[in-house]
Antibody, heavy 115, light 108 residues
Framework: QVQLQESGPGLVKPSETLSLTCTVS????????WSWIRQPAGEGLEWIGR???????SYSPSLNSRVTMSVDTSKNQFSLKLSSVTAADTAVYYC?????????WGPGTLVIVSS | EIVLTQSPGTLSLSPGERVTLSCRAS???????LSWYQQKPGQAPRLLMY???NRATGIPDRFSGSGSGTDFTLTIRRLEPEDFAVYYC?????????FGQGTKLEIK
């Protein structure tokens, strides 16, 4: 079955760019859309955006100006870049298969924004 | 964007009890495009229901979902110890996708 795994730096300095990659295994990235979702500690879930296998994207309006997503079908990976980060961007970041609902999810990766 | 409001925020219940969680949308969710997730501490959310009333693969039949328009519910028929967790609803009727703030089920 499809499994996802997030990877990337766990610590990012304020004003820099957060970069994460999600590796899909057990299935082809070309078979679905894919999303990024984040969750600050002790808080709820926030959808960041989605990407299609062809690279078309849709972002949350609240993050649209700072988000870039990309896909690499040869590596079965998709990526997230979030620019000009602040402490408010500290969260667990999840990738998930997006069939409008999200299933499955990766285990998540904690990203802390701090100098 | 569609705002989802879940109630109550926290419920204290005992195993074996029946519980109904509420998710209310600020605008009508078309075609019942609403899903439910369960999240346990330190884990990623797990899909329970999609299309308001369809159980995801492997979800026990003590879980059921219903509703339409702006009012949706998730019912757990007889609480098992492993059901104590946080539950989120999510709408995919319109972009941006949004989640409710969650309802926490805790053991009484």
């Amino acid at each position: 079955q499809v499994q996802l795994q997030e990877s990337g730096p766990g610590l990012v300095k304020p004003s820099e760019t957060l970069s994460l990659t999600c590796t899909v295994s057990g299935g082809s990235i070309s078979s679905s859309y894919w999303s990024w979702i984040r969750q600050p500690a002790g808080e709820g879930l926030e959808w960041i955006g989605r990407i299609s296998p062809s690279g078309s994207t849709s972002y949350s309006p609240s993050l649209n100006s700072r988000v870039t997503m990309s896909v690499d079908t040869s590596k079965n990976q998709f990526s997230l870049k979030l620019s000009s980060v602040t402490a408010a961007d500290t969260a667990v970041y999840y990738c998930a298969r997006d069939v409008s609902w999200f299933d499955p999810w990766g285990p998540g990766t904690l990203v802390i924004v701090s100098s | 964007e569609i705002v989802l409001t879940q109630s109550p925020g926290t419920l204290s219940l005992s195993p074996g009890e029946r519980v109904t969680l509420s998710c209310r949308a600020s605008w009508s969710v078309s075609s019942n495009y609403l899903s439910w997730y369960q999240q346990k501490p330190g884990q990623a959310p797990r899909l329970l229901m999609y299309g308001a009333s369809n159980r995801a693969t492997g979800i026990p039949d003590r879980f059921s979902g219903s509703g339409s328009g702006t009012d949706f519910t998730l019912t757990i028929r007889r609480l098992e110890p492993e059901d104590f967790a946080v539950y989120y609803c999510q709408q995919y009727s319109s972009s941006p996708y949004t989640f409710g703030q969650g309802t926490k089920l805790e053991i009484k």
